[in-house]
């Protein structure tokens, strides 16, 4: 396995993510659990890019309530309603939601108050049923975009084609 937590900023938006995921497919090979994805998405995605927060937040009971999961950062609220805060919003969409400005967002949940913007991808699994919410929270505003939204989407698109 390649023990590196790789410290990417600095880099080109999209040739950081590019890097990100060839070292994260490469210590995932032959990794079958989802938990074990997660903790190890949040922790290179965190270093990577020196974000506030960067975790997931599962399906507990489809439709109705995401309780958090692995993640780096301050503390996390421990259960979100499909529908409420930005992450509920994406759950409940099934779709990813890029917020450039958490003030202005109807409903935003504030779990830290340094939070200006976010950025939150569902996340698939096998059989296209929604696992989780990947949310990654910066302290600046305006700080994601397509970019972002596209390499994500891709990097946990891992957990619906993950061959092992
Ligand atoms: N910002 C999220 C809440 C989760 S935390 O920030 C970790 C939201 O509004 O969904």
Redesign the pocket.
Known sequence: MAEVTLDLRGQPKAEAYAELKTHALAILEGVDDDICAMATMSCLLHHAFGHL?T?F?RVVTPGKLLR?GP?Q?TL??LE?TFG???????AAKGESVVVAD?HA?P??????GR?AS?I?VPVYGRNRELLAVL?I?SEHKNTFDDVDRAALEDLVSWFQHRTA
């Open positions: 927060w975790g937040y958090v993640y950062g996390g609220c979100i409420k805060g930005v992450c509920g919003t994406s958490v967002f409903g935003h949940i504030t779990c830290d939070s976010e939150v949310d929270d």
